[in-house]
């Protein structure tokens, strides 16, 4: 079905040995990971608490902003997450139905924003899962976003804030190791945290 000699890729929890044999065997090659960090948000409300909003910027949850505009900076945020390691050309218009189906099932009132002088700068959406689970997915709109470590910081503390009195005791964060604001922000939580890494690999 492929319409270009393009890489297949596959993906694989490092904790599966079996996976990740078969994957060495085929000359599979990773080229990224996914800590995948398990959280507890009434645990990280110290760590939450402790985030300040940059100046300029406004941090709310998401109820009134459209949907438009999410699915907008969520699309936006996919692109350049991803440029750098998935094989192009990447199709805007799946990445753009991606996006608007991510919305759809983004849980609004847990979820945070950061908007600077109108324009939604970062956010940490929650969204659930079609098994119930919940999941937390944060970066900032542009990749060169001014203070996007401290945006991406602001709204997963707001983000935890209310999932801590919502009481929900575990959400995992989705994210890469080359996501340029989060990891940074990943690396400030206070240790012994539990992590499920996600291996992607490249098939040639």
Same mark, same amino acid.
């Given at each position: ?7 297949? $890729? %596959? ?5 599966? $040995? ?14 990224? *990971? ?8 009434? $645990?990280?409300?110290?760590?939450? *608490? ?17 949907? *438009? ?26 990445? &753009? ?5 991510? %919305?759809?099932?983004?849980? =609004? ?14 956010? $940490? ?14 970066? &900032? ?26 009481? %929900? ?8 190791? &080359? ?8 690396? *400030?939580?206070?240790?012994?945290? =539990? &992590?499920?890494?996600?291996? %992607?690999?490249?098939?040639?």
């Amino acid at each position: 079905m492929r319409i270009a000699p393009l890489p297949m $890729a %596959v993906s694989f929890l490092e904790r599966d $040995a079996a996976a990740a044999g078969l994957v060495r065997s085929v000359g599979g090659q990773v080229v990224q *990971t996914a800590p995948n960090f398990v959280l507890d948000p009434v $645990a990280m409300l110290d760590w939450a *608490t402790a985030q300040p909003v940059p100046p300029g910027a406004v941090v709310g949850d998401l109820t009134g902003a459209p949907a *438009t505009e999410l699915a907008e900076a969520c699309r936006d945020r996919y692109l350049w997450q991803h440029e750098g390691w998935c094989p192009p050309p990447v199709s805007v218009p799946a990445v &753009t139905a991606h996006a608007e189906a991510t %919305v759809a099932r983004t849980r =609004r009132e847990l979820s945070s924003g950061a908007w600077i002088r109108g324009r939604l700068a970062a956010v $940490a959406s929650v969204i659930e899962e079609p098994d119930g689970d919940l999941l937390l997915v944060s970066e &900032t709109s542009r990749p060169d976003e001014p203070e996007g470590i401290a945006l991406v910081a602001a709204v997963v503390a707001a983000a935890l804030g209310r999932l801590a009195a919502a009481d %929900v005791r575990e959400i995992a964060l989705d994210g890469h190791v &080359t996501d340029r604001h989060l990891d940074p922000v990943t690396h *400030t939580f206070p240790p012994g945290l =539990r &992590t499920d890494p996600l291996q %992607v690999a490249h098939l040639s």
